[in-house]
């Protein structure tokens, strides 16, 4: 008894592949992947600077009311 022929995984797809059902999620949703990728280089470069001593990334948390 053989198997049938399975499908490639999508990673072993070729280069160029249009995937129509993540292309409408982008349209509905937004491109999540893209955003996290952002925030991601962000957050680094934030890290960085710290770590190296520069307080750009710094900010003071907003004071109280009626903290005086």
Known sequence: MTSPPSSPPP???PAG???PV???LVR???D?????REV???????VRQALAG???GR???PARPGSR
Not at 32 to 36: F, I, K, P, T
Not at 40 to 46: A, D, G, K, L, Y
């Open 11 to 13: 990673s072993a797809s």
């Open 17 to 19: 592949d249009h995937l």
């Open 22 to 24: 993540y292309d409408g």
């Open 28 to 30: 509905e949703r937004g």
């Open 32 to 36: 999540v992947v893209a955003e996290a």
């Open 40 to 46: 991601s280089e962000r957050t680094h470069h934030q």
């Open 54 to 56: 520069h307080p750009g």
């Open 59 to 61: 900010r003071e948390p």
